[in-house]
């Protein structure tokens, strides 16, 4: 009891968030074309510029690399979308500043969505505005809808077709095609781009190993050989009987979308009985650890942070000593107050833990 109250007390640790540090506007060279997503404005309104920038970057709960020379911060989403925020003397004249906004990769959708948010809070003033915290990942509405409408009438046997493809794919030997798997399975967990109905029935399939074994190459493949690829990579961020890490950059990102499928997942888990089977088959005190871990790299990994912080505030709601006995509070705290700083996604994430901790 004195531990848990000298961990309230104490304060979180202080927090220096990245930033523009001497910013050097400059003039792009004679070739240079603008994107086609830039917009203009006076020189002299460049000081509110760059103080807007950093708040909506805040409050789009973006993961930024500030430059000051040129005058660059480079992006990355929630959804996996990654572009840079350019701030350039105009060409024709130095009395104008130019403020171009270029995608790197990721969704152009998305990107479009994130571009003109950004656009309407530097130069209208308006809000940003956020359909809650992103988890999904980078699937048009055109996509969504035909996902709603492959579910909408035969859920159970479509849920199963889909999971096959979906086991087929992780099992290839093609690091994209196992991506693109994850990223399927991400959408489907997800009850804003699926039927809810169907959500929970692919959630349980997913996270607790429900259904039947499937035949691949003339192989049985166990019901729960997707959790098993799941929780390999959340927990040991590599892929499930690879010895090798192959290309470390698709396994980040495997391991990041795993993350937010167990992040959508885990949401729609009913009773303590299910994540118990959750928990029990991820080794539960391996998988607090690596959220753990998360938690404490908030600083570098804000929207791993994010996730994780989700993933162990639907934990403890089922499971309460499962995560109390495992987690500080003064971490939780300390991603808090970078979110604060940085990041609002997380900062509200970490606070709902925050809370579920301190009820105890």
Same mark, same amino acid.
């Given at each position: 009891m004195e531990r848990v109250t000298a961990e309230l007390i104490e304060q979180p640790e202080t927090y220096i968030p990245e930033t523009w540090k001497v910013p050097k506007i400059t003039r792009p060279g004679m070739f240079f074309r603008p994107a086609a997503t830039h917009r203009c404005c006076a020189m002299e309104q460049l000081d509110q510029i760059l103080a807007r920038s950093i708040a909506t970057f805040k409050e789009?709960?973006?993961?930024?690399?500030?430059? @000051?020379?040129?005058?660059? =911060?480079? /992006?990355?989403?929630?959804?996996?979308?990654?572009?840079?925020?350019? %701030?350039? &003397? #105009?060409?024709?004249?130095?009395?104008?500043?130019?403020?171009?906004?270029?995608?790197?990769?990721?969704?152009?959708?998305?990107?479009?969505?994130?571009?003109?948010?950004?656009?309407?809070?530097?130069?209208?003033?308006?809000?940003?505005?956020? @359909?809650?915290?992103?988890? =999904?990942? /980078?699937?048009?509405?055109?996509?969504?809808?035909?996902?709603?409408? %492959?579910? &909408? #009438?035969?859920?159970?046997?479509?849920?199963?077709?889909?999971?096959?493809?979906?086991?087929?794919?992780?099992?290839?030997?093609?690091?994209?095609?196992?991506?693109?798997?994850?990223?399927?399975?991400?959408?489907?967990?997800?009850?804003?781009?699926?039927?809810?109905?169907? =959500?929970?029935?692919?959630?349980?399939?997913?996270?607790?190993?429900?259904?039947?074994?499937?035949?691949?190459?003339?192989?049985?493949?166990?019901?729960?050989?997707?959790?098993?690829?799941?929780?390999?990579?959340?927990?040991?961020?590599?892929?499930?009987?690879?010895?090798?890490?192959?290309?470390?950059?698709?396994v980040d990102k495997a391991q990041y979308l795993a993350l937010e499928i167990l992040a959508n997942g885990v949401q729609l888990l009913e009773n303590s009985q299910e994540m118990n089977r959750l928990t029990g088959a991820s080794n539960g005190s391996l998988l607090i650890q690596s959220l753990g871990e998360r938690i404490k790299n908030a600083a570098t990994e804000p929207h791993e942070a994010c996730l994780a912080a989700r993933v162990l505030c639907c934990i403890d709601r089922l499971q309460p000593t499962v995560v109390r006995t495992r987690l500080g509070i003064q971490e939780v705290r300390v991603a808090e107050t970078i979110g604060r700083d940085s990041h609002a996604a997380l900062e509200v994430e970490s606070q709902k833990l925050r809370f579920a901790l301190e009820v105890a």
């Open positions: 789009l709960s973006l993961k930024v690399t500030y430059q @000051d020379s040129p005058v660059r =911060a480079c /992006c990355y989403t929630m959804e996996q979308v990654e572009f840079t925020v350019n %701030l350039w &003397e #105009h060409r024709n004249n130095q009395k104008e500043l130019m403020v171009e906004i270029q995608r790197t990769s990721g969704d152009s959708e998305i990107f479009y969505r994130y571009a003109r948010s950004i656009f309407a809070a530097l130069f209208d003033g308006a809000s940003t505005e956020r @359909d809650g915290v992103a988890l =999904a990942p /980078c699937f048009s509405s055109h996509h969504t809808s035909n996902l709603m409408r %492959l579910f &909408e #009438h035969q859920s159970e046997e479509a849920t199963q077709d889909v999971l096959a493809i979906v086991v087929n794919s992780l099992s290839s030997h093609t690091f994209s095609e196992k991506l693109m798997a994850l990223q399927t399975l991400a959408t489907l967990v997800n009850p804003t781009t699926t039927l809810p109905s169907s =959500a929970k029935e692919v959630a349980k399939a997913v996270l607790l190993g429900e259904g039947s074994s499937m035949a691949l190459n003339g192989n049985r493949i166990g019901h729960d050989f997707i959790q098993k690829q799941l929780m390999c990579l959340v927990i040991s961020r590599r892929w499930l009987n690879e010895t090798k890490d192959g290309n470390r950059c698709l």
